[in-house]
Nanobody, 124 residues
Framework: QVQLQESGPGLVKPSQTLSLTCTVS??????????WSWIRQPPGKGLEWMGA???????YYSPSLKSRTSISRDTTTNQFTLQLRSVTPEDTAVYYC????????????????WGQGTQVTVSS
């Protein structure tokens, strides 16, 4: 069974870089024509797709976050990572990683696999 687990700091100071890692088990991030995404949900708001890295290694980003976001992967450890630069309190959210057959993930689909999510708070 495919499982995804987010990890990273729960508290980040404004202007710093947020770094999260998604550890995948039960599937390889380099095979299978899947896209591996980062999605977040700020308090009281809907899901926001941030970006994805494809099985091929190609990356895709939300236009609104592209200037601050980087997604990379390590196929030897089967992990992919998110870096969000110059964070502000508006970046406070629950951050999810997910596997899907499509690039942009704005709502869950029965065929998706999602991590449980990790709370990140941006505060001094």
């Amino acid at each position: 069974q495919v499982q995804l687990q987010e990890s990273g700091p729960g508290l980040v100071k404004p202007s710093q870089t947020l770094s999260l890692t998604c550890t995948v088990s039960g599937a390889s991030i380099a095979y299978g024509y899947y896209y591996w995404s980062w999605i977040r949900q700020p308090p009281g708001k809907g899901l926001e797709w941030m970006g994805a890295i494809a099985y091929s290694g190609n990356t895709y980003y939300s236009p609104s976050l592209k200037s601050r976001t980087s997604i990379s992967r390590d196929t030897t450890t089967n992990q992919f990572t998110l870096q969000l630069r110059s964070v502000t309190p508006e970046d406070t959210a629950v951050y999810y990683c997910a596997r899907a057959r499509r690039v942009t993930v704005t709502t869950p689909s029965p065929d998706d696999y999602w991590g449980q999510g990790t709370q990140v708070t941006v505060s001094s």
